[in-house]
C-alpha cells in the first residue's frame, strides 16, 4: 500500500548537520543548480553540491523532491523531522543533490538499488543522474550486466499472470493488457533490458519515485525518462549494483556515503568497508576520522560526508552548500480544480486533526493518476473530499481506487444543482 511505504520513510535516523550549518550559505539561482548533468574527471568520484530551500504554506516534500529530481527517499532520510506531508511554513529542507558514483564500470548506465539511483556514462566525461524507483521485497529488482534490446515510445504493458493474480485478489482484476494512456504503469517511454521481463520506463505515479514500489523493473519520472530514452541507444551496457556504502575521492578530500540497507547486511560486508577505509589510511599515510566514519555508517543518511582531507585546505569544500529561491511553482505538482455544484465528490474522511486531514488530502492528491483532493474546515471539524468528478460513474471509479490503494472508505457525494 503507498500509504504504509510512505509511513515507513519516517523511521530514518536523525542526523546532525551543525558543521553545515554553522557556514555561511550563500544564495544560489535555483534554476542554475545542477539536478541532472555534471562532468566527471577521472580521478573523482563525488559530484554536486547540497542545498537548502524554505517552504511555503502548502507544500509536501514529494513535490520538493520531483522539481530537484530527487527521489522521496532521499529528502526523507536527511530531513527526517519535517513532515514529509504537511511541513511547516519556513523550514529548511536540505536538497541531496551531492552524490558518489557506484563502483562499477563507468560505462553505460549504472543503477545502485541501495541509493535508488541511476548514473548515465555518455563519455568525455559527461554524466547524468536520476532517482529512481525499484521493485519490492517480494519482486526486487534484478542485478548484474545488461543492455537495452529495444526501446518504445508509449508502450502496451502486458500484465504478467502473477500480478494480474495479486490484483484480483484486492478486488482490482486487470486487463490482459493495458494501453498507452493515464491508466498505464509503464508511462510513454520504455526501455526494455536483455534481462526478459525488466524495463527502465516512466511512471503515472511520480511520487512513487523513491520508493521500492515496482514489480522488479526500474521506473523514473516521465521527465527524466523522456531525456534518458532520447540520450541512450540501442545495445547501451546496463549494470545493476546494490551498493549501500560508497566511498569516493574529489580534490583530495575522502568522502563516504551511506544508505539504510535494503536487507540485512553482514558483518563480513562492513568489514570490507572498513577494510577499505584501513588501506586508504595505509596509503595516505593519514589518519581516518573513525568516528565521523561509524556514524556515517550508523546514520545513513544518504549523502557524501568528508572523512579525510588528503590535502591541507581541500575540505572547504564541504562549504559548498547553498540555498536556492524557491521556484514560483514546482514543476509535476498537482493541480486541484475549483469547486463546482454540478460535480460529484467522495468524502474520503471527516477528522478532527486538522494536520491530519492536510496530510490525507495530499497523499490523496499524489496517487497516480491524480485524485485531485482538499480539506474543507467548519468548526472543529476537517472532511477531505475527493474531486470534483463529472458523473456519479468518475466518482465511483477513484472511491473504488481509494478504497485498493489506501483502504479508504469513500462515500459519494451527489451535486448540489442536478443538470
Known amino acids: 500500500l503507498f500509504l504504509v511505504l510512505v509511513a515507513g520513510l519516517h523511521g530514518c535516523a536523525s542526523f546532525k548537520i551543525a558543521e553545515v550549518e554553522r557556514l555561511p550559505v550563500p544564495t544560489y539561482p535555483e ?3 545542477e539536478r541532472n548533468d555534471f562532468l566527471l ?5 563525488v559530484i554536486g553540491r547540497l542545498a537548502i530551500i524554505r517552504i511555503e504554506e502548502g507544500d509536501t516534500l514529494p513535490d520538493i523532491a520531483r522539481h ?3 527521489g522521496i527517499n532521499g529528502v526523507s532520510a536527511v530531513n527526517p523531522k519535517i513532515d514529509l506531508w504537511v511541513p511547516k511554513a519556513g523550514e ?3 536538497l541531496p543533490l551531492s552524490f558518489i558514483v557506484p563502483d562499477a564500470p563507468r560505462n553505460g548506465i549504472v543503477i ?3 541509493s535508488m539511483r541511476l548514473f548515465h556514462f555518455k563519455g568525455g566525461g559527461k554524466l547524468s543522474t536520476y532517482p529512481i524507483g525499484i521493485g519490492t521485497r517480494e519482486r526486487p529488482s534484478p542485478m548484474g550486466q545488461m543492455y537495452v534490446e529495444r526501446k518504445m515510445i508509449r508502450p502496451t504493458w502486458f500484465v504478467p499472470a502473477s500480478i494480474a493474480e495479486d490484483h484480483r485478489k484486492k478486488g482490482d482484476p486487470l486487463p490482459a493488457k493495458v494501453l498507452p494512456g493515464p491508466l498505464n504503469p509503464l508511462g510513454e517511454y520504455a526501455l526494455y533490458l536483455s534481462k526478459p521481463g525488466y524495463l527502465i520506463h516512466g511512471t503515472n505515479k511520480p511520487a512513487s519515485i523513491g520508493l521500492r514500489a515496482t514489480n522488479g523493473c526500474i521506473r523514473l519520472y516521465p521527465e527524466d525518462i523522456k531525456r534518458l530514452y532520447e540520450n541512450t541507444p540501442l545495445k547501451t551496457p546496463v549494470t545493476i549494483v546494490n551498493q549501500p556504502y560508497l566511498i569516493g575521492n574529489r580534490d583530495g578530500v575522502v568522502y563516504l556515503e551511506a544508505h539504510a540497507p535494503q536487507e540485512d547486511i553482514r558483518p563480513a560486508e562492513i568489514e570490507k568497508i572498513y ?4 588501506n586508504i589510511e595505509k596509503k595516505t599515510e593519514r589518519t581516518l576520522d573513525w568516528r565521523r566514519v561509524k556514524e556515517v555508517v550508523s546514520e545513513a543518511r544518504g ?6 582531507e588528503i590535502s591541507q585546505g581541500r575540505l572547504k569544500r564541504i562549504g559548498e552548500i547553498v540555498e536556492v529561491s524557491r521556484p514560483p511553482e514546482f514543476y509535476g505538482k498537482p493541480e486541484i480544480p475549483e469547486l463546482r455544484n454540478d460535480a460529484w ?3 474520503a474522511a471527516r477528522l478532527r486533526d486538522k494536520t491530519d486531514a492536510q496530510r490525507m488530502a495530499a497523499i490523496i492528491n499524489h496517487q497516480g493518476p491524480q485524485i485531485p483532493a482538499r480539506v474543507l474546515s467548519m468548526n472543529d471539524a476537517h472532511r477531505v473530499i475527493a474531486g470534483p468528478f463529472n458523473d456519479m460513474a468518475g466518482a465511483k471509479e477513484a472511491a473504488k481506487r481509494l478504497k485498493i490503494d489506501l483502504e479508504i472508505d469513500g462515500i459519494l457525494v451527489e451535486p448540489v444543482t442536478q443538470k
Open 303 to 308: 549523502i557524501p560526508v568528508p572523512i579525510l
Open 68 to 70: 530537484f529530481s530527487l
Open 345 to 347: 465528490y467522495v468524502l
Open 92 to 94: 529548511r529542507v536540505l
Open 41 to 45: 574527471t577521472n580521478e573523482d568520484d
Open 31 to 33: 534554476e542554475k543548480l
Open 275 to 278: 577494510a577499505r577505509l584501513r
Open 112 to 114: 545502485n538499488l541501495a
